[in-house]
């Protein structure tokens, strides 16, 4: 900022307001440039002319005597006193320019640095979460599958899924014989319609036949066989249900984990939801409130400095030296 203590605006002299101090150096430079266009017209070599037969003398170009060498010298002391005060006036007025300038386009941080005050700088969000050790949560995504059986069999051991196919293979194969229309279920079935032998005359052509049926395996011998192999079908198939209803149970299981595991992972979510936005709030009150009402305040008081200071330098004055007071006179007298 400009400095009134200086000798351009305080001490002994003439005091000049801005308005004269314009007026004066303008009227100061145009009396200057007319000194030095003056200086510049002065010549000290006189040419003449005449006739041989001593006609008249004719003057081409006029010359200064002493006298005229003195008005030089008093006018160069004149344009040095002229030029010390335009030199005086521009400065003081040039300071006092960039002064008002200065002050007319102050911001905050002008304004702080001038009054030794610390700038009020505002903590990012991100800044303070970190520094609280909060974060923002991610929801958590439900995109876990239902296991299938194929996938479960997948993780069993080699016996065991050996054991599986066997069974299966086992079971299709006395399946296809004791179920109804299986070949053994059949024959057994035929059997049991003929139970004892029968002899059936027939005529065949010219030619009577008589055709015998009878069995060849006694129908409780062929129960053993059929109901043993129907016993030995339902073991293998309750086998086969145990292992399914297992595999059955470690889709169900491994569902409930996945789920259980996400329901957990949501509780967490929630809740560290409920806490970014708690401290998200405590940064509101606590950081960015405060710094908006500081900045409220500062702003205020800035433009009150601008207007003290702008009507400060309005009023300022420039000290001519009482050296200078002729030189002064000697300008507002010109036209």
């Known amino acids: ?39 510049g017209n002065h010549c000290f070599i006189e040419v003449s002319m ?35 005060l335009s030199n005086i006036l521009s400065e003081g007025l040039n300071l006092r320019d960039n002064a008002v300038k200065e002050v007319e386009n102050a911001d905050l941080a002008f304004y702080c640095k001038e009054k030794g005050i610390e700038e009020p700088k505002l903590q990012d969000l991100e800044d303070y979460l970190k520094e609280k050790g909060v974060e923002n949560p991610t929801l958590p995504e439900r995109n876990f599958t239902e296991l299938t059986e194929d996938e479960v069999k997948q993780t069993l051991d080699v016996k065991k899924r050996a054991r599986m196919l066997t069974l299966n293979a086992t079971a299709a194969a006395i399946g296809s014989n004791i179920h ?16 004892t032998a029968i002899n059936e005359a027939q005529a065949l052509g010219s030619t ?7 069995p060849t395996v ?55 939801l409920a806490v970014y936005q708690q401290a998200t709030e405590d940064y509101q009150t606590n950081v960015k409130t405060p710094h908006l009402e500081r900045l409220a305040e500062l702003s205020e008081k800035l433009e009150q400095w601008r207007k003290t200071e702008l009507e400060r330098l309005d009023s300022i004055n420039i000290v001519v030296p009482n050296e200078l007071q002729g030189t002064l006179l000697d300008v507002f007298r010109s036209i």
Request: proline share 1%.
């Open 1 to 39: 900022m400009i400095n009134t203590d200086s000798i351009l605006f305080s001490g002994e002299g003439k005091v000049l307001n801005i308005l004269d101090a314009r007026e004066a150096l303008s009227k100061t430079d145009r009396l200057a440039n007319e000194l030095i266009e003056g200086v």
């Open 218 to 272: 006694s129908l409780d011998k062929v129960n053993k066989v059929f109901f043993k192999l129907q016993a030995r079908h339902r073991e293998l198939e309750a086998e086969d249900n145990r292992i399914k209803a297992e595999l059955k149970k470690t889709i169900q299981d491994d569902l409930i984990a996945k789920n259980e595991a996400y329901q957990k992972e949501l509780e967490a979510y929630k809740q560290n």
């Open 208 to 214: 009577a036949v008589i055709t015998s049926t009878r």
């Open 180 to 195: 109804p229309e299986g070949a053994f279920a059949s024959a057994r079935e035929e059997l049991m319609e003929a139970r």
């Open 50 to 84: 005449e006739n041989f037969d001593g006609g008249n003398l004719r003057s081409l170009k006029k010359a200064e005597d002493k006298n005229g060498l003195q008005q030089i010298t008093s006018q160069v002391r004149g344009l040095l006193k002229l030029k010390q």
